[in-house]
Each structure stands twice: as structure tokens, then as C-alpha cells.
């Protein structure tokens, strides 16, 4: 089995070794190169300690040196050079108490999650697979090294990278390992929100977010996303395809997975994508009300909030929070069949959030009824028509675009205050009806003789 490293990773096990050292590229790394994919990062490990390491090469920085990392600089790359260590005792179901160095490769690798993170290599040695990894990975299969229960115990956040991973290769989860995620599923909490977080992106980015499913089904997602659960067992009223809230959303991501994620380079803007088409029917769960006006308004209301709610416990950024609020806020909403329309629209919900919009409906609308799938791509394609039409004629949709502001208003004789605010929402609302009143010169004629009409009812 032969893995071609990079040539900085390359230098820098020979030079461990030139000087009397053990180096390997170590963990997803090897397991990447095996699965033919093209690693994030190349992490080594080595007989040295962080002392030797820094010796050894002269521009080295203290990133872990408490565990026992330094980061080795060549350039501009950096790469991490880890002393073999033996865990000590857990405390926190997270982090060892004390670490302890070692020159054995072996008690290295027994001490990591899963046996397919548990392979190093070099040129010299080949691969080093002391618990099957390679096995593993052409079974297909996440197996914890040794026990499940002890690692489990060890680091809970492994509980939830078991599920990640069966997400991101599309790998099952072996019976022992499975059993003990069940098991020790309270264990996570006591995970920080933003260790939950990202391990809930990475398996959202992946090409199989329905294996959310596992994550439910093993008791998971009651302990960190308990609002999944209630989304799964609340049954869906109206043309459907699917039987409860929870399945027709995981309906709509893997839509979104397969069909539309290639086109959307920013991995941010992915993630909103993917956590408002899973929440865009939070609300539905706890909504009473069947009256369709009510049941509407509490489904915008609610749904957002919860969704903000959901968000600020995982401890996200305010961007991606107001992102996918605004999404779950307005995902029903109706566009309309005139440009006035897409122009009021747009000014109601932002320029910004209108192509975000038209995505989260067409993967709302795939898990309904072939006639009414029908009857709302035409719509929305019409939507997307004449907000693309409004687009290339650059039509005036907010205050920024007007082509008055307040200034010019002043400049005119009309005095500074809330009636400039008042004056200037006027005349956005005129250019919105008709989009060809948005010059200056018109825009001051109209102001002009708005503020006339009303000096004159007032004498």
C-alpha cells in the first residue's frame, strides 16, 4: 500500500528520522489518500518530544505544546508535529487530565476514536494498521479502537463525529459502536455548543444529511436538537408526500444536496441554506390553530423565533442567525404574478435575501403532491423571471437605489427631522408603482409638489 505524501510532509518525517526520530502522517490524512480523496491537512506524529521537534527545525510554533503539538513552518504551510502520547484519566467526558509521552507508535494509535483514524504512514514503513482500518474502510464501517464504551467515555464529542463520519463517506456504524452511541448518548451533554455546532455542519455539508436519522434514532438528537425529534413526530395535514414534519425537511436537504449545493461555492452560504431548510418547519409541532390566516402568521412568527433560538444555543454569528431567520420567516410567502409585485417583495424582504428565498421554496416544494409541484414551479419560475427582469433594468427597490436622499431633500429648502424620512418612504413607494419616476430631477419635482399640496390644505 503506497500513499504519495507531499514533498513538505515528506521532509519532515525524513528529518525526524535523519535525527534519530519515528515520524508518520497520521489520522484522516491516511484515510483520506486511502479513499482516493484529497486530504484538508496532513498531521505527523513522531518519537520526538515538542523539546527535539524544535530543535529540530528552525521555525517552529507552540500551537498544543500542552499535549504535545508544535507546528512546524515551511513557507508559508504550516503542519502539525505530535509527540506519541498516552492519555491520562478523563474528567469532563472531553479532555485527559494530564498527558504522558511515549516512544511506542502502537499505544499512539490505541488511544484514537475510530480504527480508519488509527493508521500512520511513511515511505520507509509503509502503512501501520495495528486495529484494521483498511478493513474498515472497505467494509465501509465506523468501529471505535478497542472498547466503544471507554472511548465514548473518554471524549464524548466522538459520539457525535461516529454519526459525521457515517454522514461524510456514507459509511455504517458497527453493532458495538452503535450500541454504546445509544448508551452514553447523555454523555454529550457535556460538549460545548460550539463543538455540537460543528460537528452538525460538517454533517450537514455532507452528501448524506439525512443521516441526521441515526442521530435520532440512537437518542442524540433529543440531548442537542430535541426540536428534530418533535419535527418527527408531528404529523403533516395537506398534499405531502411524506408522513411526519421531519421527514418531509429531510426530503427537502437531501433535495437541496443533490441538486443545488454544487452551485453554491461559499461554504457559509451553504450552511444557512442547509440549517433553514432544516428548520424552515420548526414551528409547525407546536402550532394549535387550524385557521389557515392564523396558522400562517404563527408560522412565520413562531417558526422564526425558534429557529433564532435554536441558533443562539449553538452558538452561531449574528450574520448566519439573521440569515436563516429571515429564511424560516418568510419561506411561504406568496410573490405575487406583476413586477410591481417582485418589486414590493423585494423591498419587503431584502435584495439581498430574494435568490436565497427562491432556493429554500424550490426545495420546500419537492416533497408535495406532483399537481401542486407543478402549479408552484410555475409560479416560482415566473417569480424568479420577473425578479431577474428587475434586476437587468436596474430597478429601484430600496432607499439606497433611490436617487434622492435626504441630503438633496434639504438642499432643496425642506427642513432636516422625521418628515425627510417620511417624504423619502413617499417617494420610494411611487418608484416601486413606477420605476421609471426614479431620477432626481423627478423625484425633487414630486417632493416639491407633495410638500405644496399639504402647505396648501393646511392654509
Not at 255 to 275: A, G, M, P, R
Request: proline share 2%; with cysteine; net charge negative.
Amino acid at each position: 500500500m503506497i500513499i504519495t505524501l507531499p514533498d513538505k510532509v515528506n521532509y519532515i518525517i525524513e528529518e525526524l528520522m535523519s535525527h534519530g526520530f519515528e515520524g508518520y502522517a497520521v489520522g484522516g490524512c491516511v484515510r483520506d489518500s486511502l479513499l482516493g480523496r484529497i486530504p484538508g491537512d496532513w498531521d505527523i506524529t513522531t518519537s520526538a518530544n515538542p523539546c527535539e521537534v524544535k530543535q529540530i527545525f528552525s521555525r517552529t510554533i507552540d500551537t498544543g505544546i500542552k499535549h504535545g503539538t508544535v507546528t512546524v513552518m515551511l513557507g508559508k504551510e504550516g503542519f502539525e508535529v505530535t509527540t506519541y502520547r498516552l492519555d491520562g484519566e478523563y474528567e469532563d467526558n472531553r479532555h485527559p487530565k494530564q498527558v504522558e509521552y511515549t516512544k511506542n507508535l502502537i499505544e499512539d494509535l490505541k488511544r484514537r476514536d475510530f480504527t480508519i483514524n488509527a493508521m500512520a504512514y511513511n515511505a520507509k514503513d509503509g502503512l501501520v494498521d495495528e486495529f484494521e482500518g483498511l478493513k474498515d474502510l472497505q467494509d465501509k464501517k465506523i468501529r471505535c479502537v478497542g472498547s466503544a464504551d471507554q472511548r465514548f467515555d473518554e471524549d464524548a464529542l466522538r459520539i457525535l463525529r461516529a454519526v459525521r463520519f457515517s454522514a461524510q463517506l456514507n459509511f455504517t456504524i458497527e453493532d458495538e459502536t452503535l450500541a454504546a452511541i445509544r448508551l452514553k448518548a447523555l454523555n454529550l451533554k457535556n460538549i460545548s455548543a460550539e463543538r455540537i455546532r460543528e460537528e452538525l455542519n460538517k454533517l450537514l455539508l455532507s452528501s448524506h444529511p439525512k443521516k441526521i436519522m441515526i442521530a435520532y434514532e440512537t437518542g442524540l438528537t433529543e440531548v442537542i436538537l430535541p426540536e428534530f425529534d418533535q419535527m418527527l413526530a408531528t404529523k403533516l395535514q395537506g398534499p405531502y408526500q411524506q408522513s411526519s414534519v421531519g421527514e418531509h425537511t429531510l426530503e427537502a436537504l437531501r433535495y437541496f444536496t443533490k441538486n443545488l449545493s454544487k452551485d453554491v461555492e461559499d461554504k457559509k452560504q451553504q450552511l444557512i441554506y442547509c440549517w433553514a431548510i432544516l428548520l424552515h418547519d420548526v414551528a409547525k409541532p407546536v402550532i394549535k390553530d387550524n385557521n389557515p390566516q392564523v396558522l400562517n402568521q404563527e408560522h412565520q412568527t413562531k417558526g422564526a423565533n425558534i429557529a433564532k433560538s435554536i441558533l443562539r444555543r449553538l452558538k452561531f454569528d449574528n450574520e448566519t442567525i439573521e440569515s436563516v431567520t429571515k429564511l424560516v420567516y418568510y419561506h411561504n410567502f406568496t410573490f405575487g404574478h406583476s413586477k410591481e409585485d417582485i418589486r414590493r417583495a423585494t423591498n419587503q424582504i431584502g435584495e439581498k435575501y430574494m435568490p436565497m428565498l427562491f432556493v429554500l421554496q424550490e426545495c420546500n416544494m419537492q416533497t408535495k403532491d406532483s399537481q401542486v409541484i407543478e402549479e408552484m414551479e410555475k409560479d416560482l419560475k415566473r417569480a424568479k423571471e420577473l425578479y431577474q427582469d428587475m434586476i437587468e433594468h436596474g430597478e429601484c427597490v430600496s432607499l439606497k437605489s433611490l436617487a434622492v436622499n435626504g441630503k438633496d431633500l434639504m438642499d432643496q429648502g425642506f427642513e432636516s427631522g422625521k418628515n425627510i424620512g417620511v417624504l423619502l418612504d413617499m417617494l420610494l413607494e411611487k418608484v416601486i408603482i413606477d420605476p421609471s419616476l426614479n431620477t432626481k430631477d423627478q423625484l425633487l419635482k414630486i417632493a416639491t409638489s407633495q410638500f405644496q399640496n399639504k402647505t396648501d390644505g393646511n392654509s
